[in-house]
């Protein structure tokens, strides 16, 4: 589902500068995808690791929680 909001911000973005605007905007969004996915795989194994699976089911709720509240936010 997220992957959708993601390209069709692409295609936004894209439309403002045709020359160049989408290839350099989802090649960073794919650097932070992959950064964000290694950062939080290594953050949540060491939280269930050290005992902390509470926090770490916590966490996971609240960040759903505030991708849905920015979403609500964007204009259509």
Do not use: H
């Amino acid at each position: 589902m997220m992957d959708v909001v993601v390209d069709g911000l692409m295609v936004v973005q894209q439309r403002r500068d045709p020359e160049n605007g989408s290839e350099n905007l989802q090649a960073y969004s794919w650097a932070m995808v992959g950064l964000g996915g290694i950062s939080g795989s290594l953050f949540g194994g060491y939280l269930c690791e050290s005992g902390l699976e509470a926090y770490c089911f916590a966490l996971k709720s609240m960040l759903g929680f505030m991708i849905a509240a920015v979403a609500f936010t964007m204009d259509k």
